[in-house]
Every structure is written in structure tokens, then in C-alpha cells.
Nanobody, 124 residues
Framework: QVQLVESGGGLVQAGGSLRLSCAAS????????MGWFRQAPGKEREFVAA????????FYADSVKGRFTISRDNAKNTMYLQMNSLKPEDTAVYYC?????????????????WGQGTQVTVSS
């Protein structure tokens, strides 16, 4: 079965950094656009970043552009999100997602598979 497993979340002070990882299995990883989404309590799940199958193209929400960097290692079936200059507004559960055929990669409805999420908490 397809499985996406996030790791690397935790508690960090504002201005600090974290690196999230997403390990994929049960799918041909290199054929999928991969994305990160996040969801805070009482809010809709929102797009954070996405990366094309080859890693040659990346996309970011305006709220994280310049602070977060998405990357992937197809040989390891793993995607990463480096988060720098973290703000309290970044506090959320962060989800890894895989999209095979969707055309709108910023929409959560386009993704085929999801991980269970990892909590990121940024304190003031």
C-alpha cells in the first residue's frame, strides 16, 4: 500500500529552523509531484510548497516564500521542507502529499495520497 510518513516536527522559538522529511513507499515516487500542506486548528488545510517530479521546478505560498525551501531525493524516495525564520503563524500540522495527474497543485483536492502529518509549533 502507499504510505507517506512525515517526520521532523517539533517545538521551536520564533526565528528558529526545522527540517521536515517525508518518506514515501508503495508508489513510483519519481513520477509524482510532491507537496507540503499545513492545517492550523479551526482553519482550512492550505498549500505551502510543491516540487515537480524531477525537482527542477518549485512553488511556494507567498506566506513562506524566502523562508522555506522544498527539495526531493528520488533515489531515497524522500521529500524535504527546510523551514527557516519561523513565525508563530507557521504553527500547524504539516502534511506531505503526492499528486500523480492533478493540474492544480496548490489545491488539496488534487492530491492522491497523504501522510498523517507532523506537528510544528512556533513560540513567541
Amino acid at each position: 500500500q502507499v504510505q507517506l510518513v512525515e517526520s521532523g516536527g517539533g517545538l521551536v522559538q520564533a526565528g528558529g529552523s526545522l527540517r521536515l522529511s517525508c518518506a514515501a513507499s508503495g508508489l513510483t515516487f519519481r513520477r509524482y509531484t510532491m507537496g507540503w500542506f499545513r492545517q492550523a486548528p479551526g482553519k482550512e488545510r492550505e498549500f505551502v510548497a510543491a516540487i515537480s517530479w524531477s525537482g527542477s521546478s518549485t512553488f511556494y505560498a507567498d506566506s513562506v516564500k524566502g523562508r522555506f525551501t522544498i527539495s526531493r531525493d528520488n533515489a531515497k524516495n524522500t521529500m524535504y521542507l527546510q523551514m527557516n525564520s519561523l513565525k508563530p503563524e507557521d504553527t500547524a500540522v504539516y502534511y506531505c502529499a503526492a499528486d500523480r495527474f492533478g493540474v492544480d497543485f496548490v489545491s488539496k483536492d488534487e492530491y492522491d495520497y497523504w501522510g498523517q502529518g507532523t506537528q510544528v509549533t512556533v513560540s513567541s
